[in-house]
């Protein structure tokens, strides 16, 4: 699906080869009848090669894909050897506007692809995206934070039984990999679908630019690009990649307030404790735990919780811990911790803040 032809069109925008434009697609109407628009960038190498589309903030409240996207464009600049690169810095558009996950209808846009021409009005929007942005590229990355009130271990995600998925979430370079196709009607299910294999990144919390998560997914797109030789330079790689397949979840069986023992990113053997859930006097209620030998690959931010609550979500690695353990601190040790970035590493050691208050007694 490669753009070997000169014309290359979003919306009623010619690109040619060789120019760098701001587009801004008509993508619905306000209820003055003015247009509403989708600002994207698209920039070509004179040279034809793959066209990847970067899109972010299809959740409206999900703003480091944003702010990711940005420093792509006003970073050092990239000069593309071939291809198109399409920056969608913000796909829902009315989300973001409201500060928040859902379209005016309260419909998820990302369970609405690839869409409809005649349904409602985020199954019309999802479809427009997808016939000008995703059909147009040959592969695509998506920018995603937790949902609220939670914080993402940076991971990408992808159907990893197809090999031009995995080519993708490999060098794009991220510590760790779900294996999965994500949910029915999400963006990258369909697109890959549709031919387009697309990964995610899901970084950091909701409502924030976290610069620790910038680095992580800057580095991570530019090395898609080199990969793709649409940039020079190799790849640069991880200090270790964990797969996953499977997880599960660690839910709060009373009522409480919450106190963590773990850190996202942190490796937990099963039986470990994972949080201390107190009474509003401060007693201690229970001790949450994790069920299996896992990575703690998000958190629930607000310490506030009612029975059933999710509070963490534990990645199931496929390989043993004590192997990806020893893997991370003979790397550390051979490259000196290199990369230096703070949360793209698996944290091996148990967290500190194991406070004394909550060894007295018994779990
Ligand atoms: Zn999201």
Redesign the pocket.
Same mark, same amino acid.
């Given at each position: 699906m490669a753009v070997k032809s000169k014309r290359f069109r979003i919306g009623t925008t010619h690109i040619r080869p060789g120019e760098t434009k701001d587009v801004y697609l008509k993508i619905s109407e306000y209820f003055t009848g003015d247009p509403i628009s989708l600002p994207i960038r698209v920039m070509r190498a004179r040279r034809s090669g793959p066209c990847i589309f970067v899109s972010a903030t299809?959740?409206g409240d $999900?703003l480091n894909g944003m702010g990711i996207v940005h420093d792509l464009m006003f970073g050092p600049t990239i000069r593309l050897q071939k291809g198109t690169l399409i920056l969608a810095p913000v796909i829902n558009i009315f989300g973001f506007e409201s500060q928040d996950?859902y379209m005016p209808d309260r419909r998820d846009l990302?369970r609405f692809f690839p869409g409809s021409k005649t349904g409602n009005l985020t199954s019309r929007v999802a479809n427009l995206i997808f016939n000008e942005i995703i059909k147009k590229s040959d592969y695509g990355i998506e920018l995603?934070?937790?949902?609220q009130p939670r914080a993402n271990f940076p991971n990408v995600r992808g159907d990893m039984k197809k090999a031009e998925v995995r080519k993708l979430a490999t060098a794009f370079g991220a510590e760790l990999i779900l294996d999965g196709r994500g949910p029915d009607g999400s963006l990258r299910r369909e697109a890959t679908k549709a031919g387009c294999p697309t990964i995610?990144l $899901?970084a950091g919390e909701?409502l924030k630019i976290q610069e620790e998560i910038m680095q992580i997914g800057v580095r991570g797109v530019l090395n898609v690009l080199k990969y793709f030789e649409m940039l020079p330079g190799e790849p640069e790689k991880p200090m270790f990649q964990v797969r996953a397949s499977r997880s599960t979840w660690v839910r709060a069986e009373v009522g409480g307030i919450l106190r963590y023992h773990v850190s996202l990113g942190e490796s937990v053997a099963a039986g470990q404790r994972i949080a201390t859930n107190s009474s509003v006097f401060g007693e201690k209620q229970n001790v949450l735990r994790s069920p299996v030998d896992g990575i703690v690959l998000s958190l629930k931010t607000l310490p506030m919780v009612k029975p059933g609550e999710p509070i963490c979500h534990i990645a199931i690695p496929s390989r043993s811990l004590t192997s990806i353990r020893k893997k991370i601190t003979q790397h550390r040790r051979k490259n000196n911790n290199e990369r230096g970035d703070q949360l793209s590493i698996l944290n091996v050691s148990r967290s500190e803040r194991e406070a004394e208050y909550y060894d007295r007694g018994e779990d």
């Open positions: 299809v959740h $999900e996950r990302n995603h934070t937790a949902a995610i $899901e909701p």
